[in-house]
């Protein structure tokens, strides 16, 4: 299995950027899709964005399309997210995931998850 760990979070003011990172350790980082979500409190947890293990599809969540950007390295076995323009609709706990499959979107077919990193943009 896979142990995924993330960083990066913080507080920033609307309109601000952080970039999340999700450093992975255990069997081979470039074998899995790997995606981002988040939950808010009292929500459910939404799918963020994916990439495929070689990086060739990757996969945004409506709310997020041309302001987040998904990456990974896979010799540095990292996983990245770059969120640029942020609202305070995007408040909430960024988890990293990995999935068997090449590339996911849905929260059951993810399998190995991080603890989560806080996210919080203030207006």
């Known amino acids: 299995q896979v142990q995924l760990v993330e960083s990066g979070g913080g507080l920033v003011q609307a309109g601000g950027s952080l970039r999340l990172s999700c450093a992975a350790s255990g069997r081979t980082f470039s074998r899995y899709g790997m995606g981002w979500f988040r939950q808010a409190p009292g929500k459910e947890r939404k799918f963020v964005a994916a990439?495929?293990?070689?990086?060739?599809?990757?996969y945004y969540g409506d709310s997020v399309k041309g302001r987040f950007t998904i990456s990974r390295d896979n010799a540095k076995n990292t996983l990245y997210l770059q969120m640029n323009s942020l609202k305070p609709e995007d408040t909430a706990v960024y988890y990293c995931?990995?999935?068997?499959?090449?590339?996911?979107?849905?929260?059951?077919?993810?399998?190995?998850w991080g603890r989560g990193t806080q996210v919080t943009v203030s207006s």
């Open positions: 995931a990995a999935s068997d499959f090449v590339s996911a979107t849905r929260h059951p077919d993810y399998s190995y």
């Open positions: 990439i495929s293990w070689s990086g060739d599809r990757i």
